[in-house]
């Protein structure tokens, strides 16, 4: 049940590679994915809960490791408890990964820095992630952080509710109406069509070897994409700087 994962090539620590032929980062659609059951938890809770979910994660992905191929890392704030639930999902068998927790992470900057780096630099190179709940205008650099795809669930997320999700900037319709009395199914269709232009805009920039003039761009657009960014550059530069090419 393994979709078999290769690199092609780095444009710093972000990969082009292809799960099962197609190539990443890519978006991905829950339909698609065999996701093993976990038990899910609050991004700050206490440590013994936390401990508990990773526990029965654990138990449940290896109950069901031969039916599925894709498993959830959990562990909340707790960045020993994501990488020890990385690393034994790894022994059982599993190479896709689901960062928990993604909308709690895009708000709060150093923890978005320090897990998801943490996870990339003891995962094998065969693992790839998945980010969900990803904002459009977070995708470029999620993706220079190593994030090899996003879940297509997002555009639900945001349309329920009733935000519409661009490249650079997510707007609450209620407060700016650019879209009046749109349905939520065609605003989750916006929100798709748009996050799948981030996806084609990124490719091109890593074809181009220019996706960090696109993450410095989008880096502008939220006070949260600026202090990640910051921290990022600040804190783990040796990371950046291991797949990135001098010239």
């Known amino acids: 049940m393994i979709k078999k994962f ?3 090539s780095h444009d710093g620590p972000g990969r ?15 339909e698609e994915l065999k996701i093993a059951p976990n038990q899910g938890s609050a991004h700050n809770i206490d440590r013994e809960i936390a401990e508990f ?6 138990k449940l992905a290896k ?18 408890l994501r990488i020890e639930c990385l690393k034994k999902l790894e022994e059982i068998g599993y190479n896709g990964f689901i960062i928990a927790n993604g909308d709690a992470l895009l708000t709060n900057s150093r923890e978005l ?25 977070f995708m470029p650099l999620l993706t220079y952080m190593g994030i090899d795809g996003f879940l297509a669930d997002s555009a ?42 981030v996806i084609k805009e990124i490719h091109v920039h890593m074809k181009n070897k220019s996706l960090r003039n696109l993450v410095e761009e989008r880096s502008g657009t939220t006070p949260q994409n600026i202090s990640t960014l910051k921290i990022l550059d600040k804190n783990h530069m040796n990371y950046l700087l291991e797949y990135t090419q001098i010239f």
């Open 6 to 8: 290769e690199i092609k």
């Open 16 to 30: 082009i590679g292809k799960v099962d032929g197609e190539l990443t980062p890519r978006i991905f659609f829950k």
């Open 53 to 58: 979910n990773v526990k029965e994660t654990l």
């Open 63 to 80: 109950e069901n490791a031969e039916t599925c191929n894709i498993a959830v890392i959990q562990g909340s704030k707790y960045i020993d």
């Open 113 to 137: 820095v320090d897990i998801i780096i943490s996870l990339k630099k003891e995962a094998k190179k065969t693992s790839y992630f998945i980010f969900p709940f990803a904002e459009l205008s």
């Open 156 to 197: 639900n997320y945001y349309s329920y509710m009733n935000v519409l999700q661009t490249p650079t900037k997510s707007y609450d319709l209620n407060n700016y109406p650019i879209y009046e009395n749109i349905s939520q199914k065609d605003l989750e269709k916006k929100n798709l069509e748009n996050m799948k232009f």
